[in-house]
C-alpha cells in the first residue's frame, strides 16, 4: 500500500481526480466502482469538472455499485443511486445500459446479489475502485466481522454505520440492512484508492493502515492489496507512525 498525505481537502481531491481521469484516458471500456459518501465528493466533483473541459469520451466506459441501503429508494437522496446520479452520472451523461447498481429496493435481495456477482465477473472485474473508510473501519457495507472470501452480499448494519448514515439524510430514517460488494471483489480490483479526510477518520486510519490486518477491521485487507493507494489528508493521518509520505 503506497501512503499519500496532502496538506488539506482540496489537495486530496484534486489528486485523487487526477488518478479517475489517468484511468479513463488509459482504458476506454474500464469498469469504475466509485464509493459514496462525503469523503469523494470533491474528488468527484474535480473530476467531472476537469472531464468536461478535456471533452473525454465516457461511452465505452463502465459503472458498477459498490454498496447500497435496503430499503431505500432511487429517489431518497439519501441513496447510493442518487449520490450517483447527481454527482457522476446526470453531470457525465452516462447511459443506462453502462450502469450496473444494486436495487436495494427488490423483493430478492439474493438474487440481486448473484446477479451482481454474475455481472461482475462478465465484466471481468474492477479496473478502478475509490472506497472511503467507515468509523467502525468499514468498506462498502463490509462491517467488523465480514468474511474476507465473500462476494456481494446483504448485511445487518452496525450500530455505528446507523447511526453515521443519518448525515445522508433529511430525516431520521430506519437503517437495517445494506448490501455490498464483497472483499473478494474489492480486493480483486486492479487499482484501488482508499480515500480519508477530516480528524474524525485520525483513529481508524492508524489502525487500518497501520494495525494487524484483522476482518474486525475491514479496511485493514487493503494492507495486503498489490495495488491500493491510502489518499489522506493530513488531519486523516494525524497518527500515522511514519508520516515520512507526505506528497
Ligand atoms: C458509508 C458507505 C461507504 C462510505 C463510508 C464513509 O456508510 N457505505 O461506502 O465510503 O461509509 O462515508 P463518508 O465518506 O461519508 O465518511
Known amino acids: ?20 481521469l489517468r484511468v479513463v484516458l488509459e482504458k476506454p471500456e474500464a469498469v469504475l466502482c466509485l464509493a459514496t459518501g462525503a469523503t469523494p465528493l470533491g474528488a468527484y466533483a474535480e473530476f467531472v469538472r476537469q472531464a468536461k473541459m478535456q471533452r473525454i469520451d465516457f461511452s465505452g466506459i463502465r459503472f458498477v455499485s459498490l454498496d447500497e441501503w435496503v430499503g431505500i429508494p432511487p429517489s431518497n437522496p439519501g441513496s447510493c443511486h442518487y449520490f450517483l446520479n447527481r454527482h457522476l452520472f446526470q453531470p457525465l451523461q452516462i447511459a443506462p445500459a ?10 430478492d435481495l439474493q438474487g440481486v446479489c448473484s446477479r451482481m456477482d454474475e455481472h461482475l465477473e462478465q465484466l471481468g472485474g474492477i479496473d478502478f475502485l475509490v472506497v472511503g473508510i467507515g468509523l467502525n473501519g468499514h468498506i462498502g457495507f463490509n462491517e467488523p466481522g465480514v468474511a474476507f472470501d465473500n462476494k456481494a452480499h446483504v448485511v445487518d448494519l452496525h450500530p455505528i454505520t446507523k447511526t453515521t448514515g443519518q448525515k445522508y439524510f433529511q430525516s431520521e430514517t430506519l437503517l437495517n440492512q445494506g448490501i455490498t460488494l464483497g472483499i473478494r471483489q474489492l480486493m480483486d480490483a486492479k487499482t484501488v484508492i482508499l480515500m480519508a479526510n477530516g480528524a474524525k477518520k485520525t483513529n481508524i486510519i492508524q489502525q487500518a493502515l497501520e494495525g494487524t490486518v484483522s476482518n474486525a477491521l475491514p479496511a485493514s485487507i487493503l494492507q495486503s492489496h498489490p495495488n491500493c493507494l491510502a489518499f489522506l489528508d493530513a488531519e486523516a493521518a494525524a497518527q500515522l507512525q511514519d508520516s515520512s509520505r507526505r506528497a
Open 98 to 107: 453502462q450502469i450496473y447498481l444494486f436495487d436495494g429496493m427488490s423483493a
Open 1 to 20: 500500500m503506497i501512503t499519500r498525505i496532502y496538506e488539506d481537502y482540496r489537495r486530496l481531491s484534486t489528486n485523487t481526480a487526477r488518478e479517475m
